[in-house]
């Protein structure tokens, strides 16, 4: 009965988001919704950039292995990261009228910046889309009881999202985002209540976790420590601004202060209830200590669905199943359409003719999903690294590639071409070096690469910078 109902899920899913893509009809309605999204819908889809796998399976495994001090990246990085958009990013985005993130880089500061800039953008999305991937065989392993290996999972999963998402684009996943977030919602409060309830109530579950050093969230005061938590928290506080999914989900709103009260009341939303499948983890180390146990010496991800099968009535299992699957699905779907369509705006459409028509820009785009789904699929399939792992480093590369042009090009004047590629390079170039030569050095290598990307981008440009008048 379980697997039956996910599997209505799955199709309900696929029917709405097939049903939003019928109101797409330009490129500029795929990838941005034709800018014509309510605030609700735009919170909503805000909320769920970052309530995927990584917060319902990935935070939740490494809490138990480290306490709040070990999450400070998701979700208390990801969190300060849309509300620093929606408060300095968002407005002033929205009023350029651009298609994707990569088009601010072209304007502000030429093709080159456009292109590299674009590119540092496309990679990061790969460990980021794996990670769903990875997370959707885990969930029909689980759900199957084995009999559908994680290979085979990932493979179905990846079938689903890419259905939907390559039709319908911005719109299939703002709509979907929107009934996948209710779901989320509901769910998840329910099984909180449930579990919580069999755990002793809540006041005693945080007793607990507290006696037992978990909500300890700041470091020893020695350098290393405090350097490696600062790096942590930059990473997707700072690295995951430049990316084409917030971009997207924000300009996809009908008015620059939707677009920002958007970001900012997603956000707040996101870090207050991201702490619910942290309390279920730590509740099922009080209620079935042998599981949790056994799981973090394996891999601590099947915790949580351990407990709900094993701890929990059908209804919150059915509960707690949509609500996994309306997480992941729904981010998923808009790390999928992101670096697809920026591939296509900014590095694939200078290859193309240049009169292409709006039509076929829109079928290149769809295009470009399909290929790029092949890609993170595969990556998935062969990556042993766990879910919160492969998000993470999703975002030191744009921390150190891509944030620093980005904000000296909205909020300097100065700023200029040669200090852009200067700043890219060489933040790029440090990062790489530190985690090849120093991984776990003293300074931690995205932290070092955003450093010298700040510095090379203010001596470049002061080094090049001329007064418009004498230009």
Known sequence: MLVGFVVLYLLASIGIGLYAATRVHSARDFAVAGRSLPLYVVVATVFATWFGSETVLGIPARFLEGGLGAVVEDPFGSSACLVLVGLFFAARLYKMDLLT?????????????????????????????????????????VLSAGAMSMQAGILLGASIVVLYTMFGGMFSVAWTDFMQMVLIVLGLLYIAWDVGAEAGGVAAVLAHAREAGKLRLLPAPALRDVLWFLGAAVTMMLGSIPQQDVFQRVTSARTSKVAAWGAVIGGVSYFFFAFVPLFLAYAASLLDPEMVREHLHKDAQHILPNLILGHTPLLAQIAFFGALLSAIMSTA?????????????????????????????????????????????????????????????????????????????LYWKRATTAGALLSVLFGLGTWVALEVLAPKGLVPPQLAGLLVAIAWMVVGSLATWRPPEAA
Not at 114 to 140: C, D, H, K, P
Not at 336 to 343: G, N, W, Y
């Open 101 to 141: 993130i990569g088009d601010f880089y072209r304007r502000r500061y030429g093709p080159t910046v456009e292109v590299i800039t674009s590119l540092v953008i496309v990679v990061s999305y790969l460990g980021w889309v794996s990670a769903q991937m990875v997370a959707l065989g885990l969930v029909f392993n």
């Open 333 to 409: 779907s808009g790390t999928l359409l992101a670096p697809s369509v920026t591939f296509t705006e900014n590095v694939l459409r200078r290859f193309l003719a240049k009169d292409l028509s709006d039509r076929r820009l829109l079928w290149t785009m769809r295009a470009v999903v399909a290929g790029f789904a092949v890609l993170v699929t595969l990556f998935a399939l062969e990556s042993d690294a766990s879910i919160y792992e492969m998000v993470g480093n999703a975002y030191k590369v744009t921390l150190a590639g891509a944030f620093v042009p980005l904000v000296f090009g």
